[in-house]
């Protein structure tokens, strides 16, 4: 069966650290990726995408992406968070062509001060 | 920027009630959908539309309905609530082979 998995579900790092949020993904061809975040009682903003090509993808808020397929991942990462970039960050992944996406179960980010 | 406005923020209904989520978005996708959000599972797709009245059933469509009858307007309907759906609802539409564009949530809550 296809899934995602983000395999931390709460991380916790200091103002000025980098990050690195997991997501790999389990699918029978390579499916569209997609990082969204979620801060607290709002939607789900997109941050970036892969759909083929370039596989380290920049998106928003100077975060980005680095597709591996050898290791079916697709970690997002930041060099410097903010204390601003706490929220829960959602790894999805669509099969293309199809409305079928699947969503992993979120990783909580805390930012220390 | 594409707009996708869901009707009410906090929803507070009782066991039995017949509720309707409304959401509607500006930027003429062809596809809309429901999702219900619960801590620790993640986004689970209740019901899509890729038309209007045109729906297809999601992954845990039971409880739920849906109409599209305008193409910018999806409402999801719960034809008698029960405690086991207070959850966040969250909308979203795209263009096919686009990203999800998602409302702010409706966190619903059934007494």
């Known amino acids: 069966a296809q899934s995602v998995t983000q395999p931390d579900i709460h991380i916790t790092v200091s103002e000025g650290a980098s990050l690195e949020l997991r997501c790999n993904y389990s699918?029978?061809?390579?499916?569209?990726l997609f990082w969204y975040v979620q801060s607290p009682g709002q939607g789900l903003q997109l941050l970036l995408k892969?759909?083929?090509?370039?596989?380290l993808v920049q998106g928003i808020k100077g975060f980005e992406a680095e597709f591996k397929r050898s290791q079916s991942s697709f970690n997002l990462r930041k060099p410097s968070v903010h204390w601003s970039d706490a929220a829960e960050y959602f790894c999805?992944?669509?099969?293309?062509?199809?409305?079928?996406?699947?969503f992993g179960t979120g990783t909580r980010l805390k930012v220390l001060a | 920027d594409v707009k996708v406005t869901q009707s009410s923020r906090y929803l507070v209904k009782r066991t039995g009630e017949k509720v309707f989520l409304e959401c509607v978005q500006d930027?003429?996708?062809?596809?809309m959908f429901w999702y219900r959000q619960d801590p620790g599972l993640g986004l689970r797709l209740i019901y899509f539309?890729?038309?209007?009245?045109?729906?297809e059933k999601g992954d845990i469509p039971e409880g739920y309905s849906v109409s599209r009858e305008k193409k910018e307007r999806f409402s999801l309907i719960l034809e008698s609530a029960s405690t086991n759906q207070t959850s966040m609802y969250l909308c979203?539409?795209?263009?096919?082979?686009?990203?999800?564009?998602f409302g702010n949530g409706t966190r619903l809550t059934v007494t």
């Open positions: 999805a992944a669509e099969t293309p062509g199809t409305y079928k996406y699947i």
């Open positions: 699918y029978g061809a390579t499916p569209y």
């Open positions: 892969y759909f083929s090509g370039d596989t």
């Open positions: 930027m003429d996708h062809e596809n």
């Open positions: 539309s890729y038309d209007v009245k045109m729906k």
């Open positions: 979203a539409s795209n263009r096919q082979n686009s990203p999800l564009h």
